[in-house]
């Protein structure tokens, strides 16, 4: 056995070495970025190597950036300024829905307290209590709900 490390460690034949050009050696050399100014000083296989490496090791991007024009970009702006407006009116017609709702609740409440107040003013202070309760219930429960999605 040691006759066979002797032998291959006395190997009298020349060792070649393989190098791996780029194909786009002999092609004018690329712009130097003013980022990079040691890249002057190597030679011109490292600097094309390393600059070709430097390229591939960035994110690859979508291949559907490359098709995207200034028409899609208006295009794209257009929707979303229309959405925004949509949502714009959506906002006002539920403010003016609420209060609506509001301003019938207080009527009802007014006409009761009047109609109630001289004529059974037991049932009143009953009823009173109840909406009390149902106004602290609906409190309560929109509270713990803003408190829930605030984690969101």
């Known amino acids: 056995m040691n006759d066979k490390k002797n032998s291959s460690n006395n190997d ?10 780029p194909k786009d050696l002999d ?3 690329p712009e130097i970025d003013e980022n990079f100014p040691f890249l002057e000083d190597m030679p ?4 094309l190597l390393l600059m070709a490496q430097m390229k591939r090791m960035g994110p690859i991007p979508h291949p559907i950036f490359e098709k995207i024009t200034s ?3 208006t295009k794209i702006i257009d929707s979303s300024n229309l959405d925004s407006e949509r949502e714009l009116t959506d906002i006002t017609q539920r403010r003016r829905y609420s ?3 509001a301003i019938m609740v207080a009527a ?3 006409f009761l307290v009047v109609y109630l ?4 003013p037991e049932l009143l202070k009953s009823l009173i209590g109840y909406l009390i309760a149902f106004a602290g219930g609906a409190g309560i429960g929109y509270g713990v709900k803003s ?4 984690d969101k």
């Open 117 to 120: 107040s001289g004529s059974n």
């Open 27 to 29: 092609a004018k050399t």
């Open 108 to 110: 009802i409440f007014v």
């Open 71 to 73: 028409d899609h970009i």
């Open 44 to 47: 011109k296989e490292a600097r």
């Open 147 to 150: 408190w829930r999605d605030k």
């Open 99 to 101: 209060m609506a709702f």
């Open 12 to 21: 009298p034949s020349p060792k070649t070495e393989v190098t791996a050009k």
